[in-house]
C-alpha cells in the first residue's frame, strides 16, 4: 500500500515542488457541480492573493481568519497564506455570529475573509473599530448583497498582479491555526507549525502511500483537519486530486457512490456514521467500490465499533482503514491499517512516526492490558494552543501530549479505545464540549442549573443531551429550548434531547455526579419514549418530536431544506420512529424519496 517516493523536507518547499511539477491543467479540487480549480488556476489565484496580502499590509507571521462555505476562495486564501508565511485560522462558516465574533477576539487576526451573511451589525462594529481589514466572500458566486459596505474578495482578487511568493518561515513557524471548542467559553486555537504538517505528511507516505494518481473523495468539513488536512493539504503535497461533494445530506448518498463507482476515485474518507447510513443503502450499490482504481475507505474522528467494520466490509468487500488522532496531532497519530502489520479489527491500530504512552491518573506507566490515558509524542504535535499558556501547560506532560482518551494495549502491541477521561461528547464524528452548551443555556432567563452529557446512540456515537433546572415559577418546553439553542450555537452542538430536571445531582465537592446524572437522563428519556408508545401518533407528532418542533410549525410541504433540525441524522431517527410506531418497514428507495412530510404520509398510508 505505501511507497518508496521522496518527499521534501519542509512544507513550504512541498507546496512549490507540486506547483512546479504537476500539470497545470490537472485538477486539484473537483466540486459537485461538476466545475474544478486546477492546479493552475490555484497557482496564479494564490500569487494574486499574495499580492493582496502585500497591498494592505501582512506580512510573515500575520493571522487571517476565513469562514466561508465558498471552498474554492477558501483554498487560494489558505494556500497563499501558507506561501506567503501568513497564518490562515479556519473557523467554522455554519457559526452563528455569536460564535464567529469569540473565535475573532480570540485570534486578533490583521483580515478577515466571511461569508457575506455573517456580518452583523455587532460584528461590524467590532472590526471596524479594530481596524481589522474586512472582505465579503460570496458562497453562491453571485453578487454580494449583505454586505455592500465591504471588498468582495473575489472581485478585488481578480485586479491584483501575481506576485512571486517568498517561502521565508521556519519550521518551528506557526503555519496554520484551527479553533475548537474550548472547555470555557474561550474557544482553543491549536497551533500546527510546518514541521508539524510535513511531519503528518511523511506519516501519511508511510502508511497510506498517498501519490499523484490518487483521488480522494473526502465528506468532512474544511474547519475539521479531517476535511482540511487529510483533503486539501494531502492533494496538493501529493500533487493529487480531491473530490468535494455537496454538504452531506442523506438524499446525496446515491450521488455519491455513484461518483466512487463511475469515476477514478481513490478513497473515500467519512466518519463511523456515515458508514452507517452508507449500509442502509440497497442492493444495487453493493459494487460501489469494486472498479479498479478504488483502494481503501478511511473512517476517522469517532470509534468505529467492530460489528459495523466487519458487516460493511463483508458487505461491499472493501477494506475500512481506521485512523486516531486529534487536531493537536495535525490529524492522525494511530493507524488502523492499511498495512498487515497495523490492522487488527475493533482496534485503533498502532503509532506510526510517533511515541505512545499509557500512564495512570497519578503519572506512573500501566502494565500490559491495564487501562490509562494515551500520551503521545512526536515531530506532529502542536507547539501549543494560541495565547493560552495555561491550557497548553495542562495538555502536556514533559513533552509528551495527554489526549485525554483511556486506552489497553494488547499482547501484539494493539491499543485499544476505552473511554473518555474529558467530558468532551463525540456527537457524529465532531468534538463537542458540554460546558459550551451549557454556558449558552445558562444565559437563557428561565434557566437556572445546565448539564449536558453525551448518550450512547447507534447511528450517532453519542446524542448530546443537556439536562436542564428552570427558575422558581417558571416553564419552558424543549422545544422552546431548542429553538433558543439554534439561535446561540452552531448546528453541531445543538442538544438532540432536553431533560427538566429538579436539580443536578453534585458530588460532595460541589462537581457533577456524572455517573448519577446519565442514570436519571436516561430512565427519563426512556419514560417519555414508554409514555409515546402508548399513544398512535400521526406522522406530523413524530415529525414534531424529532426535529424539536412544534407541531403547529409543521406543513405537508415541510422538507429538510426549509425545515429547521431535520439534517440527515434527524431524518434517519424519523424514519426509525415511523417503522416502529407504525409496525412498518421503510425501503432504502423510500428513504431517498423522502423529501416532505407529504412523502412521509404517503409512505406511512402506502404500508399500513
Known amino acids: 500500500m505505501t511507497n518508496e517516493q521522496s518527499l521534501p523536507s519542509e512544507f513550504q518547499e512541498a507546496i512549490e515542488h507540486s506547483f512546479k511539477n504537476t500539470p497545470a491543467l490537472k485538477v486539484f479540487l473537483q466540486f459537485a457541480d461538476d466545475t474544478a480549480l486546477t492546479y493552475g488556476e490555484l497557482n496564479t489565484l494564490s500569487q494574486k492573493a499574495i499580492s493582496l496580502y502585500r497591498n494592505i499590509g501582512l506580512g510573515s507571521k500575520s493571522r487571517i481568519l476565513i469562514a466561508s462555505k465558498n471552498e474554492k476562495q477558501v483554498s487560494i486564501l489558505l494556500f497563499a497564506a501558507l506561501r506567503e508565511g501568513i497564518t490562515p485560522v479556519i473557523a467554522d462558516p455554519e457559526s452563528v455570529p455569536t460564535e464567529i465574533f469569540k ?18 451589525s455587532s460584528i461590524s462594529e467590532k472590526l471596524l473599530a479594530e481596524k481589522i481589514n474586512v472582505f465579503a466572500i460570496d458562497s453562491f458566486n453571485s453578487a454580494i448583497s449583505t454586505a455592500q459596505s465591504y471588498n468582495s474578495f473575489s472581485s478585488v482578487v481578480c485586479d491584483q498582479d501575481e506576485a512571486s511568493p517568498t517561502p521565508r518561515s521556519r519550521n518551528d513557524d506557526v503555519a496554520l491555526i484551527i479553533y475548537t471548542s474550548g472547555t470555557t467559553s474561550k474557544p482553543k486555537g491549536v497551533q500546527l507549525t510546518y514541521q508539524n504538517i510535513s511531519a503528518q505528511m511523511h506519516m501519511f507516505n508511510n502508511s497510506y502511500g498517498f501519490d499523484k494518481n490518487d483521488n480522494l473523495l473526502n465528506l468532512l468539513p474544511l474547519h475539521h483537519v479531517d476535511g482540511l488536512i487529510r483533503g486539501l493539504m494531502v492533494a496538493l503535497y501529493f500533487s493529487a486530486t480531491v473530490t468535494r461533494p455537496k454538504k452531506f445530506q442523506i438524499a446525496n448518498l446515491p450521488d455519491i457512490l455513484g461518483k466512487i463507482k463511475n469515476t477514478k476515485i481513490t478513497h473515500l474518507i467519512l466518519v463511523p456514521t456515515i458508514l452507517a447510513l452508507i449500509e442502509k443503502m440497497d442492493a444495487c450499490f453493493d ?7 478504488f483502494k481503501y475507505i478511511i473512517s476517522s474522528a469517532d470509534l468505529l465499533h467492530e460489528d459495523l467494520w466487519k458487516r460493511f466490509e463483508q458487505r461491499f468487500n472493501v ?14 497519530s494511530l493507524f488502523c491499517g492499511p498495512l498487515v502489520s497495523t490492522r487488527k479489527l ?13 500512564m495512570t491518573s497519578d503519572g506512573k506507566e500501566v502494565s500490559l492490558g491495564g487501562v490509562g490515558e494515551l500520551y503521545i509524542r512526536g515531530p506532529h504535535i502542536m507547539n501549543g494552543y494560541f495565547q493560552q499558556p495555561v491550557e497548553t501547560k495542562n495538555t502536556f506532560y514533559k513533552d509528551w501530549f495527554k489526549t485525554g482518551d483511556l486506552v489497553s494495549q494488547d499482547s501484539d502491541g494493539f491499543i485499544h479505545f476505552e473511554g473518555r477521561l474529558k467530558t468532551v461528547i463525540v456527537s457524529g464524528g465532531v468534538n463537542v464540549h458540554p460546558e459550551n452548551i451549557n454556558s449558552a443555556l445558562l444565559t437563557h432567563n428561565n434557566i437556572s442549573q445546565a448539564a449536558t452529557i453525551g448518550i450512547s446512540d447507534d447511528v ?3 446524542k448530546i443531551v443537556a439536562c436542564v433546572v428552570t427558575r422558581p415559577l417558571n416553564s419552558i418546553t424543549e422545544n422552546e429550548v431548542i429553538k433558543f439553542c439554534r439561535n446561540t450555537l452552531s448546528a453541531e452542538k445543538i442538544p438532540h434531547n432536553i431533560v427538566f430536571l429538579d436539580t443536578i445531582p453534585r458530588v460532595a ?14 430512565e427519563k428519556l426512556n419514560q417519555q419514549a414508554l409514555d409515546d408508545g402508548n399513544n398512535m401518533p400521526d406522522v406530523f407528532t413524530i415529525a414534531a418530536k424529532c426535529f424539536k418542533l412544534n407541531r403547529d410549525d409543521l406543513t405537508p410541504e415541510s422538507s429538510p431544506y426549509n425545515t429547521a433540525g431535520w439534517d440527515s441524522l434527524a431524518h434517519v431517527n424519523f424514519l426509525l420512529a415511523l417503522e416502529d410506531k407504525f409496525k412498518i418497514e421503510i425501503s432504502p428507495i423510500d428513504i431517498i424519496n423522502l423529501n416532505s412530510l407529504s412523502d412521509a404520509c404517503d409512505i406511512v398510508g402506502q404500508k399500513t
Open 509 to 522: 465537592s460541589g462537581k457533577i455526579d456524572t455517573q448519577t446524572l446519565l442514570k436519571i437522563a436516561i
Open 460 to 462: 450517532l456515537g453519542q
Open 319 to 332: 477494506m475500512i482503514v481506521n485512523s486516531y488522532g486529534l487536531s493537536e496531532t495535525v490529524c492522525d
Open 103 to 120: 473565535t475573532i477576539e480570540a485570534s486578533k487576526p490583521s483580515a478577515v475573509f466571511l461569508d457575506a451573511p455573517l456580518f452583523t
Open 346 to 358: 475493533g482496534t485503533l491500530g498502532k503509532p506510526v512516526g510517533c511515541e505512545t504512552l499509557i
Open 287 to 293: 459494487d460501489t467500490f469494486q472498479h479498479a482504481q
